[in-house]
Every structure is written in structure tokens, then in C-alpha cells.
């Protein structure tokens, strides 16, 4: 890593919302902690900070993605970089999640899986309510 800005991901909020990934951001949002062993991809910036808020004590050799949607080549791009990390899926409990997680694991049988409990869509709810 060089430790120069590669991109950034904007969300907006309000009455109109948007959301962008900027140009060159093939690697997404991303939290780099301590010496990483293992990469989680999210599908968005708050559920990645909502994730770490909840496991900030058990986060300490990681990094956190944030893949700005459903966005499969972020997860190429990082595991190209550094294949000797475990990675691991923390998407939606929707529909879109989880067919992503079943096109990933179709592709690749070492990606692993870590969602908030059931009951909840995603790590910003899961968060909320507990």
C-alpha cells in the first residue's frame, strides 16, 4: 500500500437520495487495522462503520471493505492483492445479498460468510437494535 487516496464513496441522504462510487475506486471505501489477516467487504460505508462500532474489540488484524453495492469486482481486485487473507462476505440478509453471496461462493468456494443475525437486513439495523 502506498497510503495515497484511491477513491472514495459518497452517499447522500435527505429527501433525495444518491449514491456514487468515485472514478478509480476499484477498491472501495476500506478501514485498514493493525497488521490484516483477514478482508470483510460490505455493501456500503455505514454498514462497514456499523459493523466495526458493534466488533471493534475483535477487529484488530483486518480489513473492512466497503464495496459501495454489490460490487464483485472490489472483491477481485483485493483478493489479486493479497490472496493469503481470508475473506469474508458481510452483506445484506435480503435477496440481492444473497444471491451475491451465492455467485461469489459459486466462484470461489474459499470465500467465507458473516452476516448480522437473520432477523436483521444489515449491519446498520442490527446496530440500531441492539
Same mark, same amino acid.
Request: proline share 4%.
Given at each position: 500500500w *502506498?497510503?495515497?487516496?484511491?477513491?472514495?464513496?459518497? #452517499?447522500?441522504?435527505?429527501?433525495?437520495?444518491?449514491? *456514487?462510487?468515485?472514478?478509480?475506486?476499484?477498491?472501495?471505501?476500506?478501514m485498514?487495522?493493525?497488521?490484516?489477516?483477514?478482508?470483510?467487504?460490505?455493501?456500503?460505508?455505514?454498514d462497514?462503520?456499523?459493523?466495526?462500532?458493534?466488533?471493534?474489540?475483535?477487529?484488530?488484524?483486518?480489513?473492512? #471493505?466497503?464495496?459501495?453495492?454489490? *460490487?464483485? +469486482?472490489?472483491?477481485?481486485?483485493?483478493k489479486k492483492?493479497?490472496?493469503n487473507?481470508?475473506?469474508?462476505?458481510? #452483506?445484506?440478509?435480503?435477496?440481492?445479498g444473497?444471491?451475491?453471496?451465492?455467485q461469489?461462493? +459459486?466462484?470461489?468456494?474459499?470465500?467465507?460468510?458473516?452476516?448480522p443475525?437473520?432477523?436483521?437486513?444489515d449491519? *446498520?439495523?442490527?446496530?440500531?437494535?441492539k
Amino acid at each position: 500500500w *502506498n497510503e495515497q487516496p484511491i477513491g472514495a464513496e459518497i #452517499v447522500g441522504t435527505g429527501d433525495t437520495r444518491f449514491k *456514487n462510487v468515485t472514478e478509480h475506486s476499484g477498491y472501495g471505501f476500506h478501514m485498514i487495522l493493525g497488521e490484516p489477516t483477514e478482508a470483510l467487504y460490505f455493501e456500503s460505508a455505514i454498514d462497514l462503520l456499523s459493523c466495526y462500532q458493534i466488533y471493534q474489540d475483535r477487529l484488530t488484524h483486518h480489513i473492512l #471493505v466497503s464495496m459501495g453495492g454489490l *460490487n464483485s +469486482s472490489v472483491v477481485t481486485e483485493l483478493k489479486k492483492k493479497k490472496p493469503n487473507l481470508t475473506h469474508w462476505l458481510c #452483506v445484506d440478509n435480503d435477496t440481492a445479498g444473497n444471491k451475491f453471496i451465492y455467485q461469489r461462493k +459459486s466462484e470461489d468456494t474459499s470465500m467465507k460468510l458473516f452476516q448480522p443475525p437473520r432477523q436483521y437486513k444489515d449491519w *446498520n439495523e442490527y446496530l440500531l437494535k441492539k
